[in-house]
């Protein structure tokens, strides 16, 4: 069964074909490890853990890139403005180079809780300096630079396609400058090299072939990609809050030194919102992964959440739905938990699975699909094989689930017997009243295809 992606370069669902037969080559934008990461920020790379986990269930061997931004990523896009490590240095009185150990540690702590596969590599842009001036010092020979009086610049001007990916209508952006863009000749232009201020020394600087400075954002991902990956790789992932300036500007580089658009498929992940507004941390109050714990969620039900929206629709968070996401996965976990092992997946579940998460990873689909597996009458042991081959791409673990320890007393396990037993000769009033005088004795009875199930009433 063919695999279709949405590709925004091309704005349609295509067919994904491989640059090499059988192997990928996949990239994603990691973070800025001058905070913690926000639960959006999160949302996005459970998208590519599950994109990653689809190729692999479609037989791909994955050469999966994830980089980590310790240097140059400014806090506007416009050039201007602080390096977000060195402002994130000034606000914790901890050396740049620390907070992004403590910062990077942090974000593993949430990759890990999120059962997100670990990449191939994570490649820090502060151990690429070399590659990062090669890189330039090549596009300053294909006559892409200039220099102004605090950095080295690309000239976008020379792209008549520049900023195709994000549909930019350059003109337009021109003639709206509302701000001084100082010595840049046009307002798309970016940064390739920084010059540190002759005022101030920074915590992290190099010296280069231009002067002593740090390398812009952007330079970054198109020399580490090339590094692992080759200038032209299968899929290049992302919020979609990089498409109009990050990934424009990484094409416009590659385009310019290689002659490719760097990735055969751009892939973005949506928003998350609350109060249908973005969640930034300009705001400086936003979710951690370590607030829904906080409030008593396991990290996996976040990642549900996201599962039961489609990658590429904005996703509304709120308290409520992570109660339902949270309930959701618990009766997923305790239904595969009181299935018996020894079955061999159906083949017939499994086509009709592919069928949904190969239409662009439409995980509500396949999520909906799961449940009809649950709900259906046939054989325990066949389904749990089933979600097992099913939960290796949506990443629940459901395997490694135990449930709470607790004791059922012996009254409680006859009245349970003595109700099902009333459920098989159809006495539906003496089957109720069993159930009520379980629940006055502190325990719930859920029905299921392997039997009834007896946990305590929490509620």
């Known amino acids: 069964m063919e695999l279709h992606l949405y590709d925004s370069w091309e704005r349609r669902v295509r067919r994904f074909d491989s640059i090499q037969p059988g192997r990928v080559g996949m990239y ?7 905070d913690y990461a926000h639960i959006g920020n999160l949302r996005t790379y459970i998208f590519e853990d599950l994109l990653r986990r689809t190729l692999e269930f479609n037989g791909y061997q994955v050469q ?9 990523h400014l806090v506007s896009d416009g050039d201007d403005g602080e390096d977000k490590m060195e402002k994130g240095s000034r606000r914790s009185g901890k050396s740049a180079w620390d ?18 596969l670990q990449p191939a590599v994570w490649c820090r842009a502060t151990e690429y300096l070399p590659e990062q001036i090669g890189f330039i010092e090549e596009l300053e020979r294909k006559g892409y630079t200039y220099r102004t009086a605090d950095g080295i610049y690309f000239d976008t001007s020379k792209q008549d396609d520049y900023g195709y990916m994000a549909r930019l209508d350059r003109d337009a952006l021109q003639a709206g400058v509302r701000v001084a863009i100082g010595e840049k000749r046009s307002i798309t232009d970016f940064a390739l090299w920084k010059f540190s201020p002759l005022e101030t020394r920074r915590q992290m600087e190099w010296d280069s072939p231009w002067g002593r400075g740090f390398p812009g954002w952007h330079i970054e991902c198109s020399a580490m990609s090339a590094a692992h990956l080759g200038s032209l790789f299968d899929i290049h992932c992302g919020g979609e809050d990089h498409i109009a300036v990050h990934h424009s500007n990484e094409i416009a580089q590659t385009q310019a030194c290689h002659g490719t658009r760097l990735a055969n498929y751009w892939m973005h992940g949506y928003f998350l919102q609350i109060d249908s507004k973005k969640i930034s941390k300009s705001d400086g109050d936003f979710l951690r992964l370590q607030s829904l714990s906080e409030q008593g969620f396991d990290a996996l039900a976040y990642r549900y959440l996201c ?10 968070f709120s308290w409520e739905g992570l109660q339902a996401a949270a309930t959701g996965l618990q009766r997923l976990r305790e239904t595969y938990h009181r299935w018996p092992d020894g079955g061999v997946a159906d083949e017939g579940w499994l086509q009709g ?8 990873l439409n995980s509500a689909r396949a999520l909906a699909l799961v449940w009809e597996l649950v709900r259906s009458d046939g054989d325990a042991a066949v389904g749990k094989a089933t979600l097992r081959a099913i939960d290796a791409v949506l990443g629940l673990d459901l395997d490694n689930w135990r449930p709470d320890s607790y004791q059922v007393p012996e009254t409680v396990l006859a009245l349970a017997h003595q109700r099902q037993a009333a459920r098989e000769q159809k006495q539906w009033q003496e089957a109720d009243r069993l159930r009520l005088e379980i629940r006055r004795q502190g325990f719930l009875v859920e029905d299921g295809a392997a039997g009834p199930l007896l946990k305590p009433d929490r509620g």
């Open 99 to 116: 907070i992004a150990q403590y910062y990077s540690a942090a974000f593993m702590a949430d990759f890990r809780a999120l059962n997100l």
């Open 28 to 34: 994603c934008c990691g973070p800025t490890v001058y």
């Open 64 to 72: 999966h890139v994830v980089n980590i931004t310790d240097v140059g």
């Open 307 to 316: 599962l039961a929206a489609h990658y590429r629709s904005q996703l509304e």
């Open 353 to 360: 699975f592919r069928a949904a998460i190969n239409n662009d």
